[in-house]
């Protein structure tokens, strides 16, 4: 609609003469009270509905929180203060995960009354290992002061960076995600001071929660869930002899057609096992137990077995937002669309789906949906139509079970690229692969990707610009993981990485190299030589329980707060030089972020000149109510 036709028409030229005899045949009317009383309350209306229907309109639309230029500028590395009395207590309990009261200072503004906690689930396991305190931490602002947000945040990660030499494998993926398309949450590097003292390097992450919703969905966003199976097999329909088995195709039935199955052959890779896991991945698949022994259950990896709700206790048991059976149903049905591949374009965000895929394929993660535990992802479900949000990307590139086997990770293929099952097993990813079109489209996403990123130089620049501006934190951080040498050798061994994988993902798209393992188990002579590249250098599990620290561990036994109050750390006080910070914050794929700011700023201005459009109307028929009754 034409916003022109609710503007006063300028065009009218009317003399002064007539416009009088007009007022004065008006004014004179025996009803003029009752008609101007209408058209002020028809005004009202109009302007009610037309200030409605733009709020609504936003409703649905991202919006601009406010935090994000703030905590998650990342051309500089931000300070963040805790401030907590009895800080000892807090750290020697904090395997109990519950929250205590704190005050927090970020660039040096206050907050207080902040419930802080320890975050992690082996990984607090894995921190004693390495003799500090160096956990992972939870901040919510609203914890003990209802509506208290930073600049509208309410939920904040604070992520160690444990088995991750380089720094930079969650901060790389989600800002690949982000700005390639995919729903991802923010990031941004900090540096920690307890109660004055110096404590470390971490990574902030923008919690998955409220205002991440409405920042990425407005304000009348869908429901959020985050599966996960915390025992072997999961709960439910494994006990039923349920699984993997009941998948159409998977008992030995035919599939409708237009739908096909990805067979793997036997063993490692080719089975799609992860390289280098031994008996922990590749392989069979393992039917009902979803590979690994059973952590991951059919419900975590999205396979519909039935409608009852029981049967998906670790997708509901994990809700992130209050759910009813109304929601239970859609999701239900949803799932079961999914896995019969039909209707898939109201069933799945393509667009959003596809893109985290290329980006998550790319990496290598396998603590995550396409590995053998089947978890750390969220799904989102808006009125029957699911997508994927990525999260924890710490053991990314290959640092997942002690994969070492360079030239396999590497060449990991892009249409097969699930480790310790099939591709069927996993329905989220299997519809990329249920038609030629969406397989089509999901390469030409992944030539977009690489051509954007690696081809221009981007990841190179970014990656050398990150170096630059935390690399003084990191050789001052007093409870880092690992040496500061180590870190160079990290991102030295990540960049060859990253470039020698996109240097083989172009070759599967052009067809030089086989996409998918059994092609690649057939024609290994054309693989991309990894041999000068060693996987360990840039962290993995292996750096915690299983030894080979890297660094000394007695070196980090020792409290960082004693070593500030005995001088050992008595540079660390200082903050390094901000050279490195001084680069913008603008990113590889920038286009697509000023499109979405672009989009943003339209509905901005749409909505203001909505509002200014009612405002006119009403003034005037106000001032024109006014005038007849002077005149009568």
């Not at 003399?15 to 101007?36: E, F, G, N, P, Q």
């Not at 036997?266 to 896991?277: K, S, V």
Request: aromatic letters at 10%; hydrophobic letters at 35%; charged letters at 20%.
């Amino acid at each position: 609609m034409d916003r022109r036709m609710f503007l006063p028409d300028l065009n009218i030229d009317l003399s002064k003469k007539s416009w009088l005899l007009i007022t004065a045949s008006m004014s004179t009317h025996r009803y003029i009270d009752r008609v101007c009383c209408v058209i002020l309350v028809l005004t009202l209306m109009l302007t009610v509905v037309f200030v409605s229907a733009s709020g609504a309109g936003s409703e649905s639309a991202p919006r601009a929180m406010g935090y994000e230029d703030r905590l998650f500028d990342t051309s500089t590395v931000h300070t963040l203060d805790l401030v907590m009395d009895d800080w000892d207590s807090f750290i020697s309990t904090c395997k109990n995960e519950e929250y205590s009261p704190c005050s927090v200072v970020i660039d040096g503004e206050s907050f207080g009354n902040v419930g802080l906690r320890a975050k992690g689930n082996t990984s607090l396991t894995q921190v004693e290992s390495y003799g500090n305190n160096r956990y992972s931490f939870k901040l919510e602002f609203d914890h003990y002061e209802s509506g208290q947000t930073y600049h509208g945040l309410d939920k904040l990660s604070l992520n160690n960076i444990i088995q991750d030499n380089t720094y930079m494998k969650d901060y790389i993926t989600y800002r690949m995600m982000g700005e390639f398309g995919a729903v991802s949450p923010l990031c941004s590097y900090v540096y920690i001071r307890v109660n004055g003292e110096d404590w470390g390097l971490y990574l902030a992450v923008e919690g998955v929660e409220e205002a991440f919703m409405q920042r990425n969905y407005g304000g009348d966003y869908g429901e959020l869930y985050k599966p996960d199976s915390q025992s072997s097999g999961g709960t439910g329909d494994m006990e039923d002899g349920k699984g993997f088995m009941e998948k159409p195709g998977m008992d030995g039935t035919e599939l409708p057609e237009g739908d096909r199955m990805l067979d793997m052959p036997e063993g490692g890779m080719e089975a799609g096992g992860a390289p280098g896991m031994g008996n922990f991945g590749g392989g069979e698949p393992r039917g009902d137990f979803g590979g690994f022994n059973g952590f991951g259950s059919s419900d975590v990896s999205l396979i519909y077995t039935d409608d009852e709700y029981s049967s998906y206790e670790n997708i509901f048991n994990n809700a992130k937002t209050d759910i009813t059976d109304e929601d239970r149903d859609r999701l239900v049905a949803a799932l079961k669309r999914l896995n019969s591949f039909e209707d898939i374009d109201s069933t799945v965000d393509v667009e959003s789906v596809i893109r985290y895929f290329v980006v998550h394929n790319f990496v290598c993660n396998f603590d995550s949906y396409t590995g053998s535990m089947i978890h750390n992802y969220y799904l989102y479900e808006d009125a029957g139509q699911l997508s994927m949000i990525p999260w924890d990307y710490n053991l990314a590139f290959g640092g997942f079970m002690g994969q070492e086997d360079a030239a396999a990770l590497i060449n990991y293929p892009i249409d097969t690229p699930v480790s310790g099952g099939t591709v069927d097993s996993r329905p989220m990813l299997a519809w990329i692969f249920s038609s030629e079109e969406y397989t089509q489209l999901y390469h030409q996403y992944f030539a977009e990707f690489i051509s954007g990123y690696f081809d221009s130089g981007a990841f190179s620049a970014e990656l050398e610009r990150v170096q630059a501006l935390i690399s003084p934190y990191v050789e001052k951080d007093p409870t880092s993981f690992c040496s500061y040498e180590e870190f160079l050798e990290g991102v030295s061994v990540l960049k060859d990485f990253c470039l020698l994988r996109a240097e083989s993902v172009s070759g599967q798209l052009d067809g030089s190299i086989p996409a998918a393992s059994a092609g690649q188990a057939e024609n290994a002579d054309v693989l991309i030589d990894g041999s000068d590249v060693d996987i360990s250098a840039m962290g993995s599990m292996n750096n915690g329980d299983f030894g080979g620290m890297g660094r000394d561990r007695q070196q980090n036994q020792q409290d960082p707060m004693d070593k500030a109050e005995t001088g050992d750390n008595a540079a660390s006080s200082q903050q390094p030089p901000s050279e490195g910070g001084a680069a913008p914050a603008g990113g590889p794929l920038e286009t697509v972020r000023t499109r979405e700011s672009n989009s943003t700023n339209t509905q901005n201005e749409e909505g203001l000149i909505t509002v200014l459009v009612c405002a006119a109307v009403l003034a005037t028929a106000i001032a024109g109510m006014l005038l007849y009754k002077k005149k009568a």
